[in-house]
Every structure is written in structure tokens, then in C-alpha cells.
């Protein structure tokens, strides 16, 4: 097989898998795509790091889109959301420079296994008028206070933004699974593009057809993905979120177990 097939083969892949991720339950791309460029193309970290995270920008902005389309998106908390999440991971990140050896490199996949299985067994059925019940003051500290938390860990960490937001915003805030998944793929579409911007002026261009490959199958995969999670019930989206979010964690472990 030529490289050429290779390199397409392991994208569409890796980009199924983000775009699942991504469109279900507003999972960072970064978590199935750079492990599956490093491991099986050799691709240097910090370049695999900075594809993921640009196929996570469209992904997210698209999801985040039909998302909102469907009225399950609260921009209002997501973006008080986003600001904590952005200032505290500059935060976590200073922290982590200070502190040796500090990376748990597993974290977030699996966090990924164990909130899969959690929807699974446990799913999330509160409804938008239980959730819209709560004061707009406590939602606001709550974004405020909860972006802060996951900003840091994730610049402590270097991982782990996207299943902690839906941590967050299901089990401590209240909010309804879909509108939780729609507020988080909307703040990681911006924190997806600082980071992606960031690591491209840093490191240089990256394999411009990986880019390219990447963008479009998670894209594809995501707006999918998002489409069938907004017509379906509650029930139904915990169980397909759930399924997705596990089998992807799994697979991960795999790929780094193979790593």
C-alpha cells in the first residue's frame, strides 16, 4: 500500500472518529486525532497536536451551528464560560512549568471511558425547563466558576477541555445534555482556533494534505453527528453519546498502548 493510501486511510479514520466525538458530546478532536497521526504516520507530536486542533475549529463551529439552530445553545454562559477557560489554562500551563513532572498523560481518555459508561448507566434526563428554572445569577458564577477549573486543568494537564466541560455542565450545573453539548462545542470551536493558530506560528506549517484530509472527514462526521443527536430523544442521545464516547476511549487506549 502507498503512502499516499496510508495517510488517507488513517485520516478518514481518525476523522470518523473525531467527528463523532465532536457532534455527540462535544469532544476535542485533539484526543483522536493526534494519537492516531503520531502512532501511525510518525508524525511529530506538537504537528499532530496543531491538525487536530484545526479540524476541531470547523467541527465545532458547524456542530455548534445545528446546535443552536435547534435551540440548544445558551451563548450568554458560554462565553462567560469560555473567558475563564482561556484565562485559566494560561494559568495551568505557568503552574505546570513550575512543577516537574506533572502531565497524567491518560487523564482524559480515561475520563472518556468512565463518561461514557456513566451516560450509559446513568443518563442525564433533566429537561430544559428544569435547567432554565435556575437563576441566571448562579448560572453565571457557575460558568465563571467552573470555566476557571477546567481552564486550569487542562493547562496543567494538557488535555481533558472538552469532557470536562461536559462534566461541568451536566452533573454540577444542571444542564440539559443537548444544550451541554452545544455550549461546549461552541466554546471549543474559539478555544480550538487560538490553540491551532498558536501551534502553526510556533511550529511552522504542518503536512498540508493531513490538514486538509483531517478538516473535511471530521467536519463531515461531526455535522452527522450533530444532526441526528438534535432530532433525537433524550434517552436515545444519552445511550448514542454514551456508546460513542467508550468505544472511542477504548480505541484510544489502544492506539497508545501501541504508541
Request: glycine fraction near 12%.
Amino acid at each position: 500500500m502507498t503512502d499516499a493510501a496510508v495517510k488517507i486511510i488513517v485520516c478518514f479514520f481518525a476523522g470518523v472518529g473525531a467527528g463523532l466525538g465532536t457532534g455527540f458530546a462535544g469532544m476535542s478532536a485533539a484526543a483522536v486525532i493526534s494519537p492516531m497521526l503520531i502512532t501511525f504516520l510518525g508524525m511529530p507530536a506538537y504537528e499532530a497536536v496543531g491538525i487536530a486542533l484545526a479540524s476541531d475549529v470547523l467541527a465545532s463551529a458547524v456542530s455548534a451551528y445545528t446546535y443552536g439552530k435547534n435551540k440548544n445553545l445558551d451563548i450568554k454562559n458560554g462565553l462567560v464560560m469560555m473567558a475563564a477557560v482561556l484565562l485559566f489554562t494560561l494559568v495551568g500551563s505557568f503552574a505546570a512549568s513550575k512543577v516537574p513532572n506533572t502531565t497524567m498523560g491518560s487523564f482524559s481518555v480515561f475520563m472518556t471511558v468512565l463518561l461514557g459508561i456513566k451516560f450509559i448507566v446513568k443518563p442525564v434526563m433533566t429537561t430544559k425547563e428544569a435547567m432554565e428554572s435556575v437563576s441566571e445569577k448562579k448560572r453565571f458564577i457557575g460558568s465563571a466558576i467552573g470555566g476557571s477549573v477546567v481552564g486550569f486543568i487542562c493547562g496543567f494537564i494538557g488535555a481533558g477541555g472538552g469532557m470536562m466541560m461536559l462534566l461541568l455542565l451536566t452533573s454540577i450545573l444542571g444542564y440539559e445534555l443537548k444544550t451541554a453539548v452545544g455550549t461546549s462545542v461552541f466554546i471549543m470551536a474559539f478555544t480550538a482556533l487560538t490553540g491551532s493558530v498558536s501551534h502553526f506560528v510556533i511550529g511552522g506549517a504542518p503536512d498540508v494534505w493531513c490538514l486538509i484530509l483531517c478538516v473535511a472527514f471530521t467536519l463531515l462526521w461531526a455535522r452527522i453527528a450533530a444532526l441526528f443527536a438534535n432530532k433525537a430523544s433524550a434517552k436515545t442521545l444519552n445511550r448514542a453519546t454514551g456508546v460513542v464516547l467508550t468505544v472511542l476511549g477504548a480505541a484510544i487506549l489502544a492506539v497508545n498502548y501501541l504508541k
